[in-house]
């Protein structure tokens, strides 16, 4: 059910002016939460409008839900494609990698640089680092307040 709801989001929030961030499916498919962006950041309205688009989408489609939940990613924003990284290079981010690399980190946070052939290169402390993609277990943006 994820990837076939993932490519129905996707395409119906392209066609409403939003991205698709992440879905997440919980409770047997019974709870769903799709996280959406746009330039300039997500509204109350926006979500409310959303929702209700998806609500009828839905019903037309045959997905069965208990709870529907709309909302913006949050400023710790998830990167998950190769676009996310070029879109919010220069700002600060947090990534974590499946394997470590030769001094045993998995961690790194600093400036993302930009991504180029599937490696995003952050700086760290000054050191430009660079980062495959498929190799992510997760990277998302650093909250600056």
């Given at each position: 059910?994820a990837?076939?709801?993932?490519?129905?989001?996707?395409?119906?929030?392209?066609?409403?002016g939003?991205?698709?961030v992440?879905?997440?499916?919980?409770n047997?498919?019974r709870?769903?939460?799709?996280?959406?962006?746009?330039p300039?950041?997500?509204?109350?309205e926006?979500?409310?409008l959303?929702?209700?688009?998806?609500?009828?989408?839905?019903e037309?489609?045959?997905?069965?839900?208990d709870?529907?939940e709309?909302?913006?990613?949050?400023?710790?924003?998830?990167l998950r494609?190769?676009?996310d990284?070029?879109r919010f290079?220069g700002?600060?981010?947090?990534?974590?990698m499946?394997?470590a690399?030769?001094?045993?980190?998995?961690r790194?946070?600093?400036?993302?640089?930009?991504?180029?052939?599937?490696?995003?290169?952050?700086?760290?402390?000054?050191?430009?680092?660079a980062?495959?993609?498929?190799?992510m277990e997760?990277?998302?943006?650093?909250p600056?307040?």
């Amino acid at each position: 059910m994820a990837n076939a709801l993932e490519g129905i989001l996707e395409t119906t929030l392209a066609g409403l002016g939003f991205e698709l961030v992440d879905t997440q499916v919980s409770n047997r498919g019974r709870f769903l939460r799709i996280f959406m962006d746009k330039p300039g950041g997500i509204t109350v309205e926006d979500c409310a409008l959303v929702s209700r688009h998806l609500m009828r989408l839905f019903e037309v489609e045959g997905i069965d839900y208990d709870r529907l939940e709309v909302s913006s990613p949050g400023l710790d924003r998830p990167l998950r494609h190769p676009a996310d990284f070029a879109r919010f290079a220069g700002q600060r981010v947090d990534v974590k990698m499946r394997a470590a690399d030769e001094q045993g980190r998995r961690r790194f946070v600093g400036v993302l640089r930009g991504v180029e052939s599937a490696t995003a290169t952050v700086e760290v402390d000054g050191v430009p680092v660079a980062l495959r993609l498929d190799g992510m277990e997760r990277a998302r943006l650093v909250p600056e307040l």
